[in-house]
């Protein structure tokens, strides 16, 4: 079964990426995003999808227009994840079948998203929203509404954010920062993997 976690490598380069991604691919990381702010990110996802395309998810983040959308399909991404709620970046998503998480805070966000099309609802930034804010958001969601928490969820609480319902979790800086190499992203994603999959016992 594939985990809920999404591996977000902000500022990776191209002539790091394949290496690093196959740290998170070997903990068991199979959903894998670049964000678009990142140096080259498309000659990033592009080696990527190339390199794990038949194992793994792969595609951006940050991603705020259609026409980075398209972008990303070009190289090989099949992922868009956005900090925010654009309907038409989820309408262009689900044209061409990808996989659309776009962040959310509040339910007229999520049920715009929903009727959009997005594959489930990232909420961003978790912190902020905290644990009994997201209970009131998934309280009014249709029961089958995948949310994934982004944002200063980590090892420490796990267990409490997936205990309230929330469904998955992106990982950024706990599991990858830019010069890292890929043996401490490889440890830092153990332990993250191994967390989650204590939390839910």
């Known amino acids: 079964m594939t985990l809920p976690l999404i591996g977000i490598l902000r500022g990776v380069t191209p002539d790091d990426a394949v290496a690093v991604a196959k740290a998170l691919l070997d903990a068991g990381i199979t959903q894998i995003e670049v964000p678009l702010n990142s140096p080259d990110p498309l000659t990033s996802i592009q080696r990527l999808a190339d390199a794990f395309g038949e194992q793994a998810l792969i595609g951006a983040g940050t991603v705020l227009s259609a026409a980075q959308v398209r972008d990303v399909y070009a190289a090989g991404g099949r992922l868009i994840v956005s900090p925010n709620c654009r309907p038409a970046v989820i309408e262009e998503s689900h044209r061409l079948a990808m996989y659309s998480w776009p962040g959310i805070v509040t339910p007229s966000e999520a049920f715009d998203a929903l009727d959009a099309g ?84």
């Not at 990982?171 to 332990?191: D, E, H, N, R, W």
């Open 118 to 201: 997005a594959t489930g609802l990232k909420l961003f930034p978790a912190v902020q929203v905290g644990l009994d804010g997201m209970k009131a958001v998934r309280a009014v969601l249709p029961e089958s509404t995948l949310l994934y928490a982004v944002g200063g969820i980590g090892v420490d609480n796990f267990a409490a954010w997936r205990a309230a319902g929330v469904d998955g979790a992106g990982l950024g800086s706990a599991l990858y920062k830019p010069g890292q190499t890929p043996q401490q992203v490889s440890a830092q994603a153990t332990i993250l993997v191994d967390a989650w999959q204590k939390a839910g016992g």
